[in-house]
């Protein structure tokens, strides 16, 4: 227990163990209001942890270019933020659809800083599907 009084969250490691953190807490909210619904699919679930394991896996990439490198700009620690924020808002969502009431300030709040952060990017917000749900074929 001392251990846990040590840590900071200046070090290094919560780059990749904060989102880590939320996305699981993304995760079990997901499955506990898609059990509430009855809107349980596997299919979106593993595209789910798919997404996941992809910005893990961008965050440890952006981290070693950072040290490889020696950038002056903490691009991992940027990245890290922005997912943080996007899985806040994905746990805001999954508490609402199972019926646990959300204070809309914080949904909006998340969503300016969310809309912020995406705002000046030149390649624009990352879409979902990009393939409409009428058009898909199996």
Same mark, same amino acid.
């Given at each position: 227990m001392d251990? #846990?009084?040590? =840590? /900071?969250?200046?070090?290094? !490691?919560? $780059? #990749?163990?904060?989102?880590? &953190? %939320? %996305? @699981?807490? +993304?995760? &079990?909210?997901?499955? &506990?209001? @898609?059990?509430?619904?009855?809107?349980w699919d596997s299919t979106k %679930?593993?595209?789910? #942890?798919?997404?996941? /394991?992809?910005? *893990?896996?961008? &965050? *440890?990439? @952006? !981290? @070693? =270019? !950072? $040290?490889? =490198?020696?950038?002056? $700009? +903490?691009?991992?620690a940027f990245i890290s933020g922005y997912i943080v924020v996007m899985e806040l808002l994905s746990v805001c969502e999954n508490l609402n659809q199972a019926g646990l009431p959300v204070p809309s300030w914080i949904v909006k709040r998340l969503g300016k800083v969310a809309k912020d952060l995406t705002e000046d990017d030149p390649i624009g917000p990352i879409k979902e599907d990009p393939v409409p749900e009428n058009e898909k074929t199996e």
């Open positions: 251990n #846990l009084r040590e =840590i /900071s969250f200046t070090q290094r !490691y919560w $780059v #990749l163990l904060l989102p880590a &953190i %939320m %996305m @699981a807490a +993304d995760i &079990i909210t997901g499955w &506990i209001q @898609a059990t509430i619904n009855g809107t %679930m593993r595209k789910g #942890l798919y997404r996941k /394991s992809g910005e *893990l896996l961008v &965050i *440890l990439l @952006a !981290y @070693a =270019i !950072y $040290v490889g =490198i020696s950038l002056p $700009v +903490d691009i991992p």
